[in-house]
Structure formats: C-alpha cells, structure tokens
Nanobody
C-alpha cells in the first residue's frame, strides 16, 4: 500500500504561479511513475498534467506548452510541480498519482486561478 500526501494548492491570480508537492510513503517499488492529474469539468474525468518516472523521463499534458516543470526527489519519494502563467480555466482539483504494479491517488488539492 502507498499513501500520498499533497500540498501546495490555493488561490492565485491569472498569470501567477503555484507549486504543488506530493509525498509518497509505504511499500514503494524501485520503479514507479508519479505525477499530477486534474479533473475535467465537462465529464468528471481526469486529464494528465505531468508525470515523472524513476528514470527521470517526463510527460506533460498538451495544454502545458512549457509552462510547468515536474521534478522529483528520489531519496524522499516526493514530486513537485511548478506551475507558471496559470489561466482561469485551469481552476479545479489536482490529484497526485502514483503507479508501480498498482495505482494510487491522493485526495486532491484545490487550485483556483482568479482575480
């Protein structure tokens, strides 16, 4: 079992920045992928924001366009997502995600982009 603890959500003005962090603990494999998804308002599903794996390969959602950077600290099993130039339509709940042989989700953290 893997437990995820998220932090860093909040309110930011359009064009501003936020940093999300996620810490994993428990039975963590040597090979895993960890990252962030966000809820899609229209259908309730979740779309990829970014992930990073234990080889430090990364994948970003198409909408990111170079604005976000995901990094990890392997020793601490934490992942940080630096989000810059945020837009109002990016308001929503962001979820930490961890995948090795199984899949785990964090409880979600609210990001609000508004004046």
């Amino acid at each position: 079992q893997v437990h995820l603890v998220e932090s860093g959500g909040g309110l930011v003005q359009p064009g501003g920045s936020l940093r999300l962090s996620c810490a994993a603990s428990g039975a963590i494999s040597l090979v895993y992928r960890m990252g962030w998804y966000r809820q899609v308002p229209d259908n309730g599903g979740r779309e990829l924001v970014a992930w990073i794996n234990t080889d430090n390969n990364t994948q970003y959602g198409d909408f990111v366009n170079g604005r976000f950077v995901i990094t990890r600290d392997g020793a601490k099993t934490t992942v940080d997502l630096q989000m810059n130039n945020l837009e109002p339509e990016e308001t929503g709940v962001y979820y930490c995600h961890f995948r090795d042989w199984s899949e785990y989700w964090g409880q979600g953290t609210q990001v609000t982009v508004s004046k």
